[in-house]
């Protein structure tokens, strides 16, 4: 096992809570483009979704490898596939 000098620990957790607080902003960003749509009749503001975007990609930063984003968007892909088919069947009249 390495053996880390307590400055390199320091700095690890120095590290891990810049992104606990990150994720936290982005957290309440979410939060507050949510109640801002809520009290304006569910229309959601782009520049409230945009800020909260941005807050959430900072605090994941660390994490966002092209394998990671790869593997969601897969995910994304196959979601968006399995509607569009699922609706394409409802249009024609048969049962789901």
Request: positive net charge; proline residues 2%.
């Amino acid at each position: 096992m390495e053996k880390k000098t307590v400055a390199e620990l320091v700095n690890e957790l120095n590290e891990v809570t810049a992104q606990r607080d990150a994720a936290f902003a982005a957290c309440r960003s979410i939060r507050f483009a949510t109640e801002n749509a809520v009290r304006h009749g569910g229309d959601y503001s782009l520049n409230d979704l945009l800020a909260a975007d941005k807050l959430a990609r900072d605090a994941m930063a660390p994490r966002m490898t092209p394998e990671f984003i790869d593997r969601a968007a897969r995910a994304i892909l196959k979601k968006h596939r399995e509607r569009t088919a699922a609706g394409k069947r409802g249009r024609k009249g048969g049962a789901l």
